[in-house]
């Protein structure tokens, strides 16, 4: 491998797709809560986690039933991308340890050192099953965004007395074993075990399904000729101008009737006015001003995160553009960007603006929202 050193937990969160993004930010939101509140946590980090009872959207179970079926197993790519592979049981034996010995606020790891390629896992599954991996293998498209390699140092969590128990190969051939005898157990997952699933096979919310199920929403909405806006932030200054624009311009629109945080609400106006684009301008700034939000920091990650992020999935899963205004409230002079040079900030330049609590968040939406 390329180095035998883990990433500790004291490494910079570097997301490099929508799901990691979504972790770090949850991450960084119960840190704040944590150092806001002093809300009791510890966040733990792990990955490929392998066992009985596992989704088969995952590599193993889905190789596992494939192989069981007799057809053929799909590998992302060429195969080489690195995992470290950890049975269950040693994961849940990890939480215990952490629940009684870890220390609140903490980060701890939970990984091993023992990686091993894709490819090299599909081939010990075809070795358990009497297959020719050279027949049974076959290499399809990559994953966008799949990462080479996840690495893990783990020994903070080693030093509170947790080891790995469960060799590789122990556990691979358990877990074969549970799913030789119940084949069944998650009815049917014909299309979990496509080499590229293109939606979420977990049942749907209540209310998205209820929409959808019931033709509220579908793919055809948006094929209707002109504009037709969704505006959030009524009462709010560009809120205000943009729907003023529209009537000027002659450009159909109507403002959003619910809260950003309220899904079923979003999924409703959605319905309801049926439009070509959806424009984010509202958002917690406080009143008078900006300090507000220091002493309602609750009301402000709702709206102005988490609200946020719940139109945006709408808009992503109806196909729907979504613009999001802003702020420029999330930089503050530095050596490269002297007051009066006339050096200026780029799109791309990462918020270094912390001052305040409201720029806090509309910096971290921002970041989170641009791998969405």
């Known amino acids: 491998m390329e180095t035998d050193i883990g990433n500790p937990e004291a490494s910079q969160l570097l997301p490099t797709?929508?799901?990691s993004a979504t972790k770090a930010g949850a991450e960084m939101l119960v840190m704040a809560y944590h150092r806001s509140y002093g809300l009791p946590l510890i966040t733990t980090r792990g990955n490929n986690v392998y066992g009985p009872n596992q989704y088969p959207e995952k590599l193993i179970p889905k190789l596992i039933?494939?192989?069981?079926?007799?057809?053929?197993?799909?590998v992302h790519g060429n195969g080489s991308n690195v995992r470290s592979y950890l049975h269950c049981d040693d994961v849940a034996e990890a939480f215990d340890v952490i629940l009684h010995k870890g220390v609140i606020g903490h980060v701890y790891n939970i990984g091993t050192k023992k990686e091993r390629r894709v490819l090299d896992v599909a081939q010990d599954i075809c070795k358990l099953f009497g297959l020719d991996a050279t027949k049974s293998i076959?290499?399809?498209?990559?994953?966008?965004?799949?990462?080479?390699r996840y690495f893990l140092d783990?020994?903070?969590?080693?030093?509170?007395?947790?080891?790995?128990?469960?060799?590789?190969?122990?556990?691979?051939?358990m877990t074969i074993e549970w799913y030789t005898k119940n084949p069944n157990w998650w009815g049917d997952v014909s299309a979990a075990l496509r080499p590229h699933p293109r939606v979420s096979l977990v049942v749907h919310s209540d209310d998205d399904a209820w929409l959808l199920e019931n033709g509220f929403i579908s793919d055809t909405d948006n094929n209707c000729s002109g504009l037709k806006l969704l505006i959030y932030g009524r009462t709010g200054w560009i809120g205000g101008l943009l729907g003023k624009l529209c009537e000027n311009e002659g450009i159909k629109f109507e403002y959003g009737a619910g809260r950003l945080e309220d899904r079923r609400s979003i999924m409703e106006d959605v319905m309801r006015v049926r439009p070509t684009h959806v424009f984010n301008a509202?958002?917690?700034?406080?009143?008078?001003?900006?300090?507000?939000?220091?002493?309602?920091?609750?009301?402000?990650?709702r709206t102005n995160v988490v609200g946020t992020l719940t139109l945006a999935d709408v808009c992503r899963e109806n196909n729907l553009l979504m613009m999001n205004f802003a702020t420029g409230c999330i930089f503050e002079y530095d050596k490269e960007h002297p007051e009066g040079s006339g050096i200026g900030f780029k799109e791309e330049d990462k918020p270094n603006f912390t001052g305040s609590f409201y720029s806090k968040t509309k910096a971290m939406v921002i970041q989170i929202l641009a791998r969405h």
């Open 65 to 74: 039933l494939l192989a069981m079926k007799g057809e053929q197993l799909p």
């Open 138 to 148: 076959s290499f399809v498209q990559d994953r966008p965004f799949n990462d080479q």
């Open 282 to 301: 509202a958002g917690v700034t406080g009143r008078p001003n900006v300090d507000w939000c220091e002493s309602h920091k609750t009301e402000t990650i």
């Open 17 to 19: 797709n929508p799901y």
């Open 154 to 173: 783990d020994q903070k969590l080693i030093k509170l007395g947790w080891r790995e128990r469960t060799p590789w190969e122990e556990g691979l051939k």
